[in-house]
């Protein structure tokens, strides 16, 4: 990466070794349930840092080994019809050899308190033994029980029979964001797996079974490493829908003049993340599809395109002038982000992307 210069991704590929670290390190259970669980890492507290994340800025992945099932996590037994072929129950295993999977889809998510990637407490990194004393996780090593990594790594991670993972998002949004519309796509890579034939179809289904109302994955196919760094580089254009608040009417006219317009704006970088990135200034377009009233005549929805690495929060609400103009410059009025969800990833001039090209057939995805 990245055409943003963004510093916050160096140091991620460190992380994809935080089961093996866990396990030579003899982690215990994790507080709710069985197994070792991640390890300190470098680079692990380069994701998400007070969820604040904007979904904007990213088209790095995040990489990190999933935490261990617990008790949310599938049970082997239950996973089993998920296998083609298990290994024989009599005589010695044979040897696997070290192979690396790529699966990917499409994720919804549908809910507001999930972030993409294992959001590791920033103070202990989720370290076995530094976070027994944690007074920031409690010992729980991180901040959220889940995250669309552990949700979608716990089922194929018992499908595959391997703990080890690492999630690839095409960019991500903020763990208070919901990911809508198509979804967005990922390339979910699995480290040393015992079991190589898995039934995609079922492991869709019973990710989805589980997750009812929160997660919800598609088009589950095979991949190859290739299509990670296109969904890393790939810079995207996303379409939002943000419920914002007005802190005085508005004249209808004066939203509707700003219709179909692409703006430019300059942003600087926002005090939310002045922390891990550089204060600078970007430009970015925007440009505003519709403004809905709601029951509530202090309110607007508001559909907008933007151009990738775009804060959108501060877009509306402009951050005391930090973005130029904002939505509250533009209207005159005081706006705030309430609510924000991702409609559609597109393409890096705003159009929709073309359509996926047809999966590789199993197999053809096999790495040494
Ligand atoms: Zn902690």
New binding site residues.
Partial sequence: MSENGNPRDEGREASSEASDAARRAGAGPTPDGDGPAHSEVAGHDAGFEDGALDEAEDQAAAESASAAPGRSGPHRDELAPLQRRDRPSHGREPELPRVKLFVEGRYRKLTRDLPQTVFF?P??KGHPRR?RN?A??EGF?KLTRESVQELVGWVLGAAFKTRRNKFHGAGREDLDVRMLGEGRPFVFEIESPKILDVDLAAVEAEINRRNAGRLEIRGLHWSDKSRVRVLKEEPHAKEYEALVALEAPVDPALHAALVGKRLQVVQQTPARVAHRRADKERERWIEFLAFEPTENPGELRVRLRTEHGTYVKEAIHGEGGATRPSLSELLGVGCVCRELDVLAILDVTGEPPPPPAKPLAFGANLQD
Wanted: proline fraction near 0%; charged fraction near 40%; charge should be positive.
């Fill in positions: 407490c103070e202990c976070r944690c920031r996780c090593g």
